[in-house]
């Protein structure tokens, strides 16, 4: 059974840091492209990084020089390193992959940034 779970969300002032954690269950984790998504309220769910199964990162243009994607292979984990941190990256935030054209999310962690 496939499982996501994210977690590493919460409430950070204007130019702060966080970093989140999505640890993944169910697929051979160290083959699969993931990738982070986000979703602000009453907006759609935008691609905000992806790391291939080889470590190659890329990112929106909005979190490019501010956000760093990475994965522990050995941990079944992947990770969104967060910094200058402005109230626009307010959203919920979900790790995804995708197998067989089926889309994979976890449960979403909510970062709010805020003074």
């Known amino acids: 059974q496939v499982q996501l779970v994210e977690s590493g969300g919460g409430l950070v002032q204007p130019g702060g840091s966080l970093r989140l954690a999505c640890v993944v269950s169910?697929?051979?984790?160290?083959?699969?492209?993931m990738n982070w998504y986000r979703q602000a309220p009453g907006k759609q769910r935008d691609l905000v990084a992806r790391?291939?199964?080889?470590?190659?990162?890329n990112y929106a243009d909005s979190v490019k020089g501010r956000f760093t994607i990475s994965r522990d292979n050995a941990k079944n984990t992947v990770y969104l390193q967060m910094e200058n941190l402005k109230p626009e990256d307010t959203a919920v935030y979900y790790c995804?992959?995708?197998?067989?054209?089926?889309?994979?999310w976890g449960q979403g962690t909510q970062v709010t940034v805020s003074s």
């Open positions: 995804n992959f995708r197998r067989a054209l089926v889309n994979f």
């Open positions: 169910g697929t051979i984790f160290s083959f699969t492209d």
């Open positions: 790391i291939t199964s080889g470590g190659t990162p």
